[in-house]
């Protein structure tokens, strides 16, 4: 048994944050990371902004301004901050966590810390690991991919071609501008009764998305003005509830953006065989198998085609809705925890 101590300096949220309501990629998967880590039977701390100590799910999470951080720790994993590299200098091992595009990293700030400290850097894809110039400092550089939780891995699935409906459930201001011309130019028009539900919105991201809730609010007016061509805004709604309308969605449509490094939004969605419609944009391409789980476009017409066919085709939805299931179960949390106790050596 290894003593594995994970700290992240973002947003308030704990270990029960993924049941009470909608939460980031980020911090869903230090939730998903920690709790499988201590399912493997390890001792698993977390400080983070935690509004109070809590034990759950064998990780105690404590808030971060704590003076009580073990000393004798085998994994360090620093989370996103820079501030927290040297804050376990007598750790068997530290790595660093990052999440978005690496180029924030040639900053000063982070350079020195990384030059003086050689931690080993932890990417979430190939094409993130791309984002990190080979000239730039680290102490090795690994990739290993966020886990799907098993509760869409493990989900109940459809078992029948669902009506028309197609779901949109990341940022916004990721392209969601781009998606409602495409469908209310190219698909809708094209497809009788289909309609698009939106479950997004600030309250996924906390203080982040209180800075960004105006520029939020003006794209999902403008959806809301589409409910004549079978537009309708859901909002950010908790994972269970996700599940349940995956259950009724014919595919996922996302462009993809070139800042995304993983996108859960599309690997949840595959991971309960809802086909997805994507362009080549960022890491979206490492998520669906094109022609096989869903289509990756390279222009715009391309996109509505398929959009098109699969809302459309029974027999296409089926074949990619097998494929979804039998070939995008296969990455766990429980593979992404063994890729962390690996670097323990």
């Given amino acids: 048994m290894a003593r594995i101590l994970l700290a992240d300096d973002g947003i308030v949220f704990d270990g029960r944050s993924l049941e009470k309501g909608p939460l980031g990629g980020v911090e869903s998967s230090v939730i998903n990371l920690t709790a499988e880590l201590a399912r493997r039977g390890h001792e698993v701390h977390v400080r983070n902004k935690c509004p109070e100590a809590l034990d759950y799910e064998g990780v105690s999470w404590r808030p971060i301004g704590d003076d009580d951080w073990p000393n004798d720790v085998d994994l360090y994993i620093a989370n996103r901050g820079d501030k927290l590299i040297p804050m376990m200098p007598h750790a068997r091992r530290t790595v660093f966590w990052i999440h978005n595009p690496a180029g924030y990293l040639l900053k000063w700030r982070y350079l020195s810390k990384l030059w003086r400290l050689k931690p080993a850097i932890i990417f979430i894809g190939t094409v993130h690991a791309g984002t990190y110039p080979a000239w730039a400092p680290d102490g090795g550089r690994y990739v290993i991919p966020y886990g799907i939780s098993k509760d869409f891995m493990t989900a109940k699935v459809a078992a029948e071609p669902p009506a028309p409906r197609a779901v949109f459930s990341s940022n916004p201001l990721r392209s969601l501008d781009w998606l409602l011309d495409r469908w209310s130019q190219d698909i809708a028009p094209q497809v009788p009764g289909a309609e698009l539900h939106l479950f997004t919105g600030a309250a996924t991201y906390g203080t982040i998305g209180d800075s960004k809730a105006g520029e939020m609010a003006h794209v999902l007016s403008r959806a809301g003005k589409l409910g004549d061509q079978g537009v309708r805004v859901r909002g950010p709604v908790t994972k269970t509830q996700l599940i349940e309308e995956f259950l ?25 065989g809802v086909p997805g419609v994507v362009q080549n944009l960022g890491s979206v391409v490492e998520r669906v198998i094109d022609g096989e789980t869903g289509f990756v476009t390279t222009e715009r017409r391309a996109f509505s085609n398929a959009a098109i066919r699969l809302l459309s085709d029974n027999d296409l939805w089926r074949r990619q809705h097998e494929t979804a299931i039998a070939r995008q179960r296969s990455w766990r949390w429980a593979n992404a925890a063994q890729a962390f106790e690996d670097l323990i050596g």
């Avoid at 996302?254 to 309960?272: H, K, P, S, W």
């Fill in 248 to 272: 009724s969605a014919r595919c996922m449509l996302y462009r993809g953006d070139i800042n995304e490094t993983f996108c859960l939004a599309v690997g949840e969605a595959q991971a309960m």
